[in-house]
């Protein structure tokens, strides 16, 4: 279920892998990806808003080199856990950033600084995927990115950064 969930994720956020093996990746917000875990019905997915340290050293780095499988990396976290209404449940401990590169490009976060995260809950961890696009991680510096889940959650307007398709009259 869960590397489905990822690889339908994956495929809704990269557009294209060129023979140059750049990625394309479609701008998405914190809405569009509550959206579609909420559409999958992910019960599995946590959403958190706080601060995330590791050793920036242990992420796979992008190039020739890049893994071709996932890496785990261990990081701590301290912060909220989105409850019924609010970012209301503390949770600190462990949580593992696993790595997911692509076409030799990985994905990238800063150690030390506030996120909002969609993490995976596993039997005896917290996982948060990170993909070339960084599609489960969002700068949480300004709060922005967490109301922006709260409106969704509250079932109110759930704002969409996608680009809108042009719209033919044919």
Same mark, same amino acid.
């Given at each position: 279920?869960?590397?489905? =969930?990822?690889s339908?994720v994956?495929?809704? $956020?990269?557009?294209?892998?060129? #023979? ?6 479609? +701008?998405?917000?914190?809405?569009? @990806?509550? #959206?579609i875990?909420?559409?999958?019905e992910?019960?599995e997915? @946590?959403? /958190?808003?706080?601060?995330?340290? &590791?050793?920036?050293t242990? $992420?796979?780095q992008?190039?020739?080199?890049? +893994? !071709? !499988?996932?890496q785990?990396?261990?990081?701590? &976290?301290?912060? /909220?856990? /989105?409850? *019924? %209404?609010?970012f209301d #449940?503390?949770?600190?401990? *462990?949580l593992l950033?696993?790595?997911?590169? *692509?076409?030799?490009?990985?994905g ?5 600084? %506030?996120?909002l995260? &969609? ?6 961890? =917290? @996982?948060?995927? /990170?993909d070339?696009?960084?599609? &489960? ?6 709060g ?5 889940? $709260? #409106?969704c959650? !509250?079932?109110l *307007?759930?704002?969409?950064?996608? +680009?809108?398709? +042009?719209?033919s009259?044919?």
């Amino acid at each position: 279920m869960r590397s489905v =969930l990822i690889s339908k994720v994956a495929a809704a $956020l990269i557009l294209s892998a060129t #023979q140059a093996a750049a990625l394309t990746c479609v +701008p998405m917000g914190p809405g569009d @990806v509550y #959206q579609i875990i909420a559409r999958e019905e992910a019960a599995e997915y @946590v959403v /958190l808003e706080g601060r995330l340290s &590791f050793d920036p050293t242990s $992420l796979p780095q992008s190039g020739k080199s890049a +893994p !071709k !499988k996932p890496q785990r990396i261990s990081a701590h &976290f301290t912060g /909220l856990m /989105l409850g *019924e %209404r609010f970012f209301d #449940q503390d949770v600190t401990g *462990e949580l593992l950033i696993e790595s997911h590169c *692509e076409a030799g490009q990985c994905g990238a976060l800063q150690d030390g600084e %506030r996120y909002l995260l &969609f993490a995976r809950q596993e039997a005896d961890a =917290l @996982v948060l995927p /990170l993909d070339p696009c960084v599609s &489960f991680a969002f700068s949480a510096a300004d709060g922005a990115a967490g109301d922006v889940i $709260l #409106q969704c959650h !509250k079932g109110l *307007e759930c704002p969409s950064e996608l +680009p809108v398709p +042009p719209v033919s009259f044919d």
